[in-house]
């Protein structure tokens, strides 16, 4: 019986992440690390360049391995959708890493892509609720928070006096914004800030 090709995909939201975890746990299952494909992008869609093209390189001899579920995706739609894609359209099998009930090497029958289908949709389901009751718990604790008089802003910046300004900038001053940026001690990308002054406090 021929060797069937290992893939594995993981995913992080933003480039600050890291995939370390993800990296150790698939090549820990026997993934070559030149066989991992990686997006460093939201799981709200499907619409990532590594995923699309690992999606091509699967076939009924491919097995991929991800590390859980919602790296795959997080949007309960388009995740079935998904796996339907892998499992059915494209024959691949599939390995939840941290979910053993989600291996479509397990059981090559009926009652075993019914089991796996089953577990994906419940909890596709969980997730996305899960989601839904933490915005709306964050929504009521700023709601609460906001009613004991708690300001989600900025601290104010303590501005100097405005003839204190005048007096350190010479006329005709061409480099009039970093000049006051330096008087503030505030780093230069506060451009907003110092145009604000030119036009409201200095002229």
Known sequence: MEQKKIIGYMRV?????????QKTALIEMGVPE???YMDKQSGRNFERPQYKKMLRKLDKDTVL?????????????????QWRIITKEKGADVVVIDMPLLDTRREKNLLGTFISDLV????????????????????????EAKNRGVKFCRPPILLPDTVYLKSHIPPNNEKLGLTILFLLNLPENHHYL?????RNILL
């Open 13 to 21: 939201s933003t480039k600050e992440q890291k995939e370390d975890r």
């Open 34 to 36: 030149n066989h991992i």
């Open 65 to 81: 391995f991800i590390k859980s579920i919602d790296r795959l995706g997080r949007n309960y739609a388009n995740l079935n959708e």
């Open 120 to 143: 994906l949709n419940i909890f596709s389901y969980v997730t996305k609720n899960e989601r839904i009751n933490i915005k709306q718990r964050q929504a009521e604790g700023i709601a």
């Open 194 to 198: 110092f145009l604000f002054l030119h």
